[in-house]
C-alpha cells in the first residue's frame, strides 16, 4: 500500500495529538502541539479537494466574465475580460491553478470596481452578480473542524 498525502498528514496530526500531546507539559508546549495536529488535519481536507475546487471556480470565473464582457464600456478592461474568459488553465498544479486564480479574481474584482462607479441598473445587477459568485467560492474553500 502506497499511502496517499491526506493519510499521511492524518496519521501525523492524530499521533502528535494523542501520543505526543499528552506527554508534554500543559501550556504553550502541548498546546501548539495540539494546534499543529489540527493544521494537519485541515491541511489533509484541502490535499483532497484543492485541484478540484481551483479547476471549478477558474472556469466559473472566466464563464462569469464572458458573460459580463458586454456590460462594460471601458475598452481595455473589455479586452482583459474577454482574453481572461478565453484563457486555460496550463497544468492542474496547486501553484498553476493558484496563479490563474489569483489573477482572475483580480480582473473580476476590477470589473467589480467598475460597476461600482456606474450608477445603472446594468451595473448593479452585474455587481450583484459577482457578489453571488464569491460567496459560492467562499462556502466552497470552508473548512470543516477536525474537532466537530
Known amino acids: ?7 499521511i498528514l ?4 492524530g499521533h502528535l ?3 505526543i500531546a499528552p506527554l508534554l ?6 498546546g501548539t502541539a ?10 489533509a481536507q484541502e490535499y483532497d479537494r484543492a485541484a478540484d475546487i481551483r479547476v471549478k471556480e477558474n472556469a466559473e470565473i472566466r464563464a462569469l ?8 464600456n471601458d475598452a481595455k478592461l473589455k479586452a482583459d475580460i474577454e482574453a481572461a474568459a478565453r484563457s486555460t488553465d496550463p497544468s492542474l498544479a ?3 491553478l493558484n496563479e490563474g486564480n489569483y489573477a482572475l479574481r483580480r480582473l473580476l474584482i476590477d470589473l467589480h470596481t467598475h460597476f461600482d462607479s456606474r450608477e445603472d441598473d446594468a451595473a448593479r445587477a452585474s455587481a450583484k452578480r459577482i457578489w453571488q459568485a464569491m460567496k459560492i467560492f ?3 474553500r470552508v473548512l470543516t473542524s477536525p474537532t466537530g
Open 34 to 43: 495540539a494546534l499543529t495536529g489540527i493544521v494537519l488535519l485541515l491541511s
Open 94 to 96: 496547486i501553484s498553476v
Open 138 to 140: 467562499a462556502a466552497r
Open 65 to 72: 466574465l464572458g458573460e459580463l464582457a458586454g456590460t462594460t
Open 25 to 30: 507539559p500543559p501550556g504553550y508546549d502541548q
Open 1 to 7: 500500500m502506497k499511502p496517499e498525502v491526506d493519510q
Open 17 to 19: 495529538m494523542a501520543s
Open 10 to 13: 492524518q496519521f501525523g496530526a
